[in-house]
C-alpha cells in the first residue's frame, strides 16, 4: 500500500512541482527572515505596537473561536435533535449568513452604528459572519449519528443534557475543531471587515505598512509573526485532534432519532436564534435596503464591468484550482502512501497562510525575478489557486474516493487504454464533485479582496474591489449595489454546501 504512488512517477512529478510553486509564499517567510536578519527583525517584533496587535489578534482567536463554535453546535443540535417548531426552516436561515462576506457584515453595522469598533465590535461583526463554517460541519455529523447510542445512554438514566455532554458533543470533536480552525484561520487573515471598524489586527497593519513602505522590513516583520500565529495553530490543532475512531460500519439505525422535548424553553431557544440571525442577517440587510433607497446607485458605470472582470476571474481562478487541485487528489485517493501525504500537507501549509502574506510573497517574487509577471492576471490567479486550493481538493478526494477502481478495471479488459478507461468511466462519475469544487472555488474568488488589491493589474475592477473603494470612502450609497451582487454570487455556494448537509441523511 505504501509504495502504490511509486507505479505513476509521472504524476508524482507533477504534484512535487505544483507544490512547490504553492510552497512559493511560505519560501517567501522563510527568505525574508533570513534577509532581513535577525538584529533587525528584533526592534521591530519586539516593540508595543506589536504587542499591541498582538494582544488584539490573540483575543479575537480566543474568544471568537469559542463563541462560533457554541453558535454553530447550539445551532446544529437545536435543529437537529430537538422540538424547535419550524425546525427545516430555521435549519436554512442559520447557514444564511455565510452568502455575506464578512466586509459587508462589516459594512452593514459601521453604516448602521458608525461608533463601533474595538474588539467588541470585531468579536461581533467576525463571529456572526463565521458562526455557519462550525454550524454546517456539525449539522452533517449531527444527521449522521446513530441515535442508538443516545437510546442507550437515556436507558442508562442520563437526562438530555448529559446525553448532549456524554454521547453526541464527544462524536463532534472533529467537526468542532475542523471548523474551529478554520474560524481561527479566517479571523487571522481577515481585513476587510475589520478595517472598516478601525480594529486593528496583524492583517490591517501588514496592509497599512505595504501600502507606505512597500513590503519594507516593518510589514515583513509583521507578515513574519502571523505566518507563525498561523503554523501554530495548525499544529496545535493536528496534536490535539486525537485518534479516536468516528467511523462505523453500515448506516447504523434506520429510524430517526427521538427528538427532546424543548417545553418551557421553547420560547427562550426561538428567542435566542431571532437575536442571532437579526444580528447577522437583519442589520446588514436592512442597512443595505437603506442605502440602497439614497440615490441611484445603479446608474454607476462601473457596475456592468466589475460583474464581468469578476465573473472572469473567478471562472479562470475555479478552473487552474481544480487542475491543479486534481493530481494530489488523485495520488492521495487512488496511490496513499507517506510521500503522497507529505505532499498534500504541503499544499494545506501554503493555504493556511492568511491571503496578505500569499500577496505579499507573490508581489516580491514577481518584482524580483519576473517582472513582467508583477500585477497580471497570472498572478491573481496563482494567488486564487493558493488561497482556495482546500475547497476544490476536499471535493475532489470525495468524488474520487467514491468512484469504484473496479469499473475503470472492467473497461481496461474490454481493450480500452488506461487513459481511455479514466476519461469514459471515472470522470463522468466524479464530474458532481468537480462542479461543487469549482463552484466554492470559484464564488470564493469573487468575494476576495486582500490579494485582488495588491494583484490585480491596474483598472481591474471587480465586485470587492469597487465595494471597498466606494465603503472606505463613506459613499455607502455607491456601495450598496456591489455588496447586494456579491451576497447574489454568494447563495449559491451556501445553497450547495446546505444540500450536502442534507444528503446525509439517517
Same mark, same amino acid.
Given at each position: 500500500?505504501?509504495?502504490?504512488?511509486?507505479?505513476?512517477?509521472?504524476?508524482?512529478?507533477?504534484?512535487?512541482?505544483?507544490?512547490?510553486?504553492?510552497?512559493?509564499?511560505?519560501?517567501?517567510?522563510?527568505?525574508?527572515?533570513?534577509q532581513v536578519g535577525w538584529p533587525t527583525l528584533a526592534p521591530l517584533v519586539?516593540?508595543?505596537?506589536?504587542?499591541?496587535?498582538?494582544?488584539?489578534?490573540?483575543?479575537?482567536?480566543?474568544?471568537?473561536?469559542?463563541?462560533?463554535?457554541?453558535?454553530?453546535?447550539?445551532?446544529?443540535?437545536?435543529?437537529?435533535?430537538?422540538?424547535?417548531?419550524?425546525?427545516?426552516?430555521?435549519?436554512?436561515?442559520?447557514?444564511?449568513?455565510?452568502?455575506?462576506?464578512?466586509?459587508?457584515?462589516?459594512?452593514?453595522?459601521?453604516?448602521?452604528?458608525?461608533?463601533?469598533?474595538?474588539?467588541?465590535?470585531?468579536?461581533?461583526?467576525?463571529?456572526?459572519?463565521?458562526?455557519?463554517?462550525?454550524? /454546517?460541519?456539525?449539522?452533517?455529523?449531527?444527521?449522521?449519528?446513530?441515535?442508538?447510542?443516545?437510546?442507550?445512554?437515556?436507558?442508562?438514566?442520563?437526562?438530555?443534557?448529559?446525553?448532549?455532554?456524554?454521547?453526541?458533543?464527544?462524536?463532534?470533536?472533529?467537526?468542532?475543531?475542523?471548523?474551529?480552525?478554520?474560524?481561527?484561520?479566517?479571523?487571522?487573515?481577515?481585513?476587510?471587515?475589520?478595517?472598516?471598524?478601525?480594529?486593528?489586527?496583524?492583517?490591517?497593519?501588514?496592509?497599512?505598512?505595504?501600502?507606505?513602505?512597500?513590503?519594507?522590513? +516593518?510589514?515583513?516583520? /509583521?507578515?513574519?509573526?502571523?505566518?507563525?500565529?498561523?503554523?501554530?495553530?495548525?499544529?496545535?490543532?493536528?496534536?490535539?485532534?486525537?485518534?479516536?475512531?468516528?467511523?462505523?460500519?453500515?448506516?447504523?439505525?434506520?429510524?430517526?432519532?427521538?427528538?427532546?422535548?424543548?417545553?418551557?424553553?421553547?420560547?427562550?431557544?426561538?428567542?435566542?436564534?431571532?437575536?442571532?440571525?437579526?444580528?447577522?442577517?437583519?442589520? =446588514?440587510?436592512?442597512?443595505?435596503?437603506?442605502?440602497?433607497?439614497?440615490?441611484?446607485?445603479?446608474?454607476?458605470?462601473?457596475?456592468?464591468?466589475?460583474?464581468?472582470?469578476?465573473?472572469?476571474?473567478?471562472?479562470?481562478?475555479?478552473?487552474?484550482?481544480?487542475?491543479?487541485?486534481?493530481?494530489?487528489?488523485?495520488?492521495?485517493?487512488?496511490?496513499?502512501?507517506?510521500?503522497?501525504?507529505?505532499?498534500?500537507?504541503?499544499?494545506?501549509?501554503?493555504?493556511?497562510?492568511?491571503?496578505?502574506?500569499?500577496?505579499?510573497?507573490?508581489?516580491?517574487?514577481?518584482?524580483?525575478?519576473? =517582472?513582467? /509577471?508583477?500585477?497580471?492576471?497570472?498572478?491573481?490567479?496563482?494567488?486564487y489557486v493558493i488561497i482556495f486550493l482546500p475547497r476544490a481538493l476536499v471535493s475532489l478526494r470525495t468524488?474520487?474516493?467514491?468512484?469504484?477502481?473496479?469499473?475503470?478495471?472492467?473497461?481496461?479488459?474490454?481493450?480500452?487504454?488506461?487513459?481511455?478507461?479514466?476519461?469514459?468511466?471515472? /470522470?463522468?462519475?466524479?464530474?458532481?464533485?468537480?462542479?461543487?469544487?469549482?463552484?466554492?472555488?470559484?464564488?470564493? +474568488?469573487?468575494?476576495?479582496?486582500?490579494?485582488?488589491?495588491?494583484?490585480?493589474?491596474?483598472?481591474?475592477?471587480?465586485?470587492?474591489?469597487?465595494?471597498?473603494?466606494?465603503?472606505?470612502?463613506?459613499?455607502?450609497?455607491?456601495?450598496?449595489?456591489?455588496?447586494?451582487?456579491?451576497?447574489?454570487?454568494?447563495?449559491?455556494?451556501?445553497?450547495?454546501?446546505?444540500?450536502?448537509?442534507?444528503?446525509?441523511?439517517?
Amino acid at each position: 500500500m505504501a509504495g502504490r504512488w511509486l507505479r505513476s512517477p509521472l504524476l508524482v512529478v507533477v504534484v512535487v512541482v505544483l507544490a512547490a510553486v504553492m510552497l512559493l509564499p511560505v519560501g517567501y517567510v522563510v527568505a525574508i527572515g533570513f534577509q532581513v536578519g535577525w538584529p533587525t527583525l528584533a526592534p521591530l517584533v519586539f516593540r508595543p505596537k506589536v504587542g499591541e496587535l498582538l494582544v488584539n489578534t490573540v483575543l479575537l482567536v480566543v474568544l471568537g473561536v469559542p463563541v462560533t463554535v457554541v453558535l454553530g453546535v447550539g445551532g446544529a443540535w437545536l435543529v437537529e435533535r430537538t422540538t424547535l417548531p419550524g425546525r427545516r426552516i430555521w435549519a436554512v436561515l442559520l447557514a444564511a449568513p455565510l452568502a455575506i462576506p464578512a466586509f459587508v457584515s462589516s459594512y452593514g453595522w459601521v453604516s448602521a452604528i458608525p461608533s463601533i469598533g474595538g474588539i467588541g465590535g470585531g468579536l461581533l461583526v467576525a463571529t456572526l459572519a463565521y458562526y455557519p463554517l462550525v454550524y /454546517l460541519p456539525a449539522v452533517t455529523t449531527i444527521r449522521r449519528l446513530d441515535p442508538a447510542l443516545e437510546e442507550s445512554a437515556r436507558s442508562l438514566g442520563l437526562g438530555s443534557w448529559r446525553v448532549f455532554a456524554r454521547v453526541v458533543l464527544p462524536q463532534l470533536r472533529l467537526a468542532v475543531w475542523g471548523g474551529g480552525l478554520v474560524v481561527a484561520l479566517h479571523l487571522l487573515s481577515e481585513y476587510g471587515a475589520f478595517a472598516l471598524i478601525r480594529f486593528d489586527t496583524f492583517t490591517t497593519a501588514i496592509v497599512v505598512q505595504y501600502q507606505s513602505t512597500f513590503a519594507g522590513p +516593518a510589514a515583513s516583520a /509583521l507578515g513574519i509573526v502571523l505566518a507563525g500565529l498561523c503554523l501554530l495553530l495548525l499544529l496545535g490543532e493536528s496534536a490535539t485532534r486525537g485518534t479516536a475512531r468516528y467511523s462505523r460500519v453500515g448506516s447504523g439505525a434506520a429510524r430517526p432519532a427521538v427528538l427532546e422535548q424543548l417545553g418551557w424553553a421553547t420560547p427562550l431557544a426561538m428567542a435566542g436564534l431571532v437575536v442571532v440571525l437579526f444580528a447577522a442577517l437583519g442589520v =446588514p440587510i436592512a442597512s443595505l435596503v437603506r442605502w440602497l433607497s439614497v440615490g441611484d446607485p445603479w446608474a454607476q458605470r462601473e457596475l456592468h464591468t466589475a460583474i464581468l472582470q469578476t465573473a472572469g476571474l473567478a471562472v479562470i481562478g475555479a478552473i487552474v484550482t481544480v487542475l491543479v487541485a486534481l493530481p494530489i487528489a488523485w495520488l492521495t485517493i487512488r496511490h496513499p502512501g507517506r510521500l503522497p501525504r507529505l505532499l498534500e500537507s504541503a499544499y494545506y501549509l501554503a493555504s493556511s497562510l492568511p491571503a496578505i502574506i500569499i500577496a505579499l510573497g507573490l508581489v516580491t517574487i514577481t518584482i524580483r525575478i519576473v =517582472p513582467a /509577471l508583477y500585477q497580471s492576471v497570472f498572478t491573481v490567479v496563482l494567488a486564487y489557486v493558493i488561497i482556495f486550493l482546500p475547497r476544490a481538493l476536499v471535493s475532489l478526494r470525495t468524488g474520487i474516493a467514491q468512484a469504484p477502481v473496479a469499473l475503470e478495471e472492467a473497461a481496461r479488459s474490454l481493450g480500452h487504454s488506461p487513459l481511455a478507461a479514466r476519461a469514459r468511466v471515472t /470522470l463522468p462519475l466524479i464530474l458532481p464533485a468537480l462542479g461543487a469544487g469549482a463552484a466554492l472555488v470559484g464564488l470564493g +474568488a469573487a468575494n476576495e479582496l486582500t490579494a485582488t488589491l495588491l494583484l490585480a493589474p491596474s483598472g481591474t475592477r471587480t465586485l470587492a474591489t469597487q465595494f471597498w473603494s466606494a465603503s472606505t470612502s463613506v459613499a455607502y450609497s455607491d456601495a450598496a449595489p456591489y455588496a447586494l451582487l456579491l451576497i447574489a454570487l454568494s447563495l449559491p455556494s451556501v445553497a450547495i454546501l446546505f444540500l450536502q448537509t442534507r444528503k446525509r441523511v439517517r
